[in-house]
């Protein structure tokens, strides 16, 4: 179909032949998944993914998308939810399944992949694992170690909840039109049980955006609200460190002190 790429909707649409298919041979589709694609556009993962499965189920926002796709693919094959993703009810969609869960993939628009990460994480529950391409420096923040410039608030509550993979490195001139940065795919599986478990998972959230509110202060100033000088020695943390040279245990450790 003729389509002019709207900027609003972050539309960069994958082309490379060979890209698509390491993307879908990592994401690994068997026939009876339900899965859902974020995001489906011209159908660029949307037509290999149809190949291998049974059935799928895109959530796509752009309305000339969506009647093209009602006249394109076949009924059966495809369920199509004109959504925003970011108010899409994933978790509704998952009691459809046997095992009350989705598999969840996508080549995200950058512009709101940030919101789209903890709407998911808000479902966790419904969810078997998700492979999502974003941009590059996002992924590298997902995965990041304790004590980096791109450890922050985003690695602590993905990693709290996610085993992560950084997968592939994909080039501009993977897509039509070309984004200006560089993307990566990432693989995300839920933590069967929690590493280190929060007793009150909001005091963890509302910590951890604390400490990295301000990220070149010490904790001494960013937890002041939380912890005074005894409370750091009870918890064996030194006040004088910053957010990011705090593992997600560490976190953890302070938010369930207070609990
Ligand atoms: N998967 C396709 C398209 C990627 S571009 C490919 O790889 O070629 C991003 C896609 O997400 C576009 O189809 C865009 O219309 C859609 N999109 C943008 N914002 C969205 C939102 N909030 N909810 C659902 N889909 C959205």
Request: aromatic residues 8%.
């Amino acid at each position: 179909m003729k389509h002019i790429a709207k900027k609003r909707f972050g539309q960069n649409f994958l082309t490379d032949q060979g890209v698509i298919h390491s993307l879908v041979e990592a994401i690994s589709p068997e026939e009876n998944d339900l899965m859902v694609e974020i995001g489906p556009g011209l159908g660029a993962l949307t037509q290999p993914l149809m190949k291998k499965l049974n059935h799928l189920h895109v959530v796509e926002i752009d309305r000339d998308i969506i009647s093209w796709m009602e006249s394109f693919y076949p009924k059966d094959k495809i369920t199509i939810h004109n959504s925003d993703a970011l108010k899409f009810n994933f978790a509704e969609l998952a009691k459809m399944s046997k095992k009350n869960k989705i598999r969840v993939t996508g080549n995200l628009p950058y512009n709101i992949s940030t919101p789209i990460l903890f709407h998911l994480l808000n479902n966790i529950e419904s969810i078997i694992d998700m492979h999502f391409m974003l941009q590059k420096e996002v992924v590298e923040r997902m995965v990041a170690e304790p004590s980096t410039s791109e450890y922050g608030r985003l690695s602590v509550m993905l990693q709290y909840q996610l085993k992560m993979e950084y997968l592939i490195t994909v080039p501009p001139e993977a897509f039509d039109p070309a984004p200006k940065v560089e993307s990566a795919f990432v693989r995300c599986i839920p933590h069967k049980t929690l590493p280190h478990p929060a007793k009150n998972e909001a005091l963890f959230a509302k910590i951890v955006t604390s400490a990295f509110g301000q990220r070149r202060k010490t904790l001494r100033n960013t937890l002041k609200e939380y912890l005074d000088d005894d409370g750091f020695t009870n918890v064996g943390i030194d006040s004088q460190l910053r957010a990011e040279n705090l593992s997600v245990e560490q976190f953890v450790s302070i938010a369930n002190f207070l609990a």
